[in-house]
């Protein structure tokens, strides 16, 4: 089953069902005839943008962010609002075009890259705080690369 068809699965799974873990969504998969990696499940959950909301009772299930289908992916955002990226001490200072900071931050933050701490965004600039001073350059370079500037 190809990734795309997976993931549609995994999507009418959450429309139907209050799916409280991965372990539960995984043996839903699996009635169903997908067998899936607890790492693949994972990555699905992210790159879905899955999220956790809790119910009247205080119980967890999976579900849809509202804000999903109104935030591209980073890939998508990077190309056409990015203008440069500057580290200072653990700092990546982001600057993109005016009014572009807020998606990209939140797309930094879907990410859940590990080095990073978390995100602050203005208008046009993004102040992005690194867990270590060392995963700057790798940071600014990944961004760069999701935007097509790359280093010269």
């Known amino acids: 089953m190809s990734k795309r068809s997976r993931q549609g699965v995994i999507l009418d799974i959450i429309k139907r069902h209050r799916v409280t ?21 994972s990555r699905d959950i992210r790159e879905m943008r899955l999220v956790k909301i809790p119910d009247a009772n205080g119980d967890s299930h999976y579900s849809l962010p509202e804000e ?7 890939q998508t955002l990077l190309p056409t609002l990015f203008q440069s990226a500057e580290g200072v001490g653990n700092f990546l ?40 001073v060392a995963a700057v350059p790798a940071v600014r370079e990944r961004l760069e690369a999701m935007a097509g500037t790359g280093a010269d």
């Open 21 to 41: 873990s991965q372990e539960v969504l995984r043996e839903l998969l699996q009635e169903l005839g997908t067998e899936v990696t607890q790492a693949t499940l």
């Open 68 to 74: 999903w289908e109104s935030t591209p992916p980073l």
């Open 93 to 132: 200072v982001v600057k993109t075009l005016k009014g572009g900071a807020q998606a990209v931050a939140l797309g930094i933050d879907w990410e859940e890259w590990p080095e990073v701490a978390g995100t602050l965004a203005g208008d046009d600039t993004i102040l992005i705080v690194l867990r270590d």
